[in-house]
């Protein structure tokens, strides 16, 4: 059972990358996904979530506009586009499984179902 995070990089600001969450032993259909942020120093930071059922979002304010969060249940696999990005994006990006929902990924506060290695975003300016 396992997340993975990937599509992370190097990017100037203004630029865009688009992250992936794939899971292996386990259906994403029925879990919240989210995406949790944590920059150095830094406290951990919610960034999005997408809900199982329906498929509602949720976002972060300081990404509004500027990210989306998507799944594709078919690839077992939620993507997060990131655009217009800004040196203070910087920041290790973790993907999150949790059957409660968004609540606690939006809060970043940990006790999720499952989450995996993250994937490093480097906005230079």
């Known amino acids: 059972v396992q997340l993975q995070a990937s599509g992370g990089g190097l990017v100037q600001a203004g630029g865009s990358l688009r992250l992936s969450c794939t899971a292996s032993?386990?259906?994403?259909?029925?879990?919240?996904i989210g995406w949790v942020r944590q920059a150095p120093g830094k406290e951990r930071e919610g960034v999005s979530c997408i809900r199982g059922s329906g498929g509602s979002s949720n976002y972060a304010d300081s990404v509004k506009g500027r990210f989306t969060i998507s799944r594709d249940n078919a690839k077992n696999t939620v993507y997060l586009e990131m655009s217009s990005l800004k040196p203070e994006d910087t920041a290790v990006y973790y993907c999150?499984?949790?059957?409660?929902?968004?609540?606690?990924?939006?809060?970043?506060?940990?006790?999720?179902?499952?989450w995996g290695q993250g994937t490093q975003v480097t906005v230079s300016s």
């Open positions: 032993g386990f259906t994403l259909d029925y879990y919240a």
């Open positions: 999150v499984a949790d059957r409660g929902g968004c609540f606690r990924s939006m809060l970043a506060r940990g006790g999720y179902d499952y």
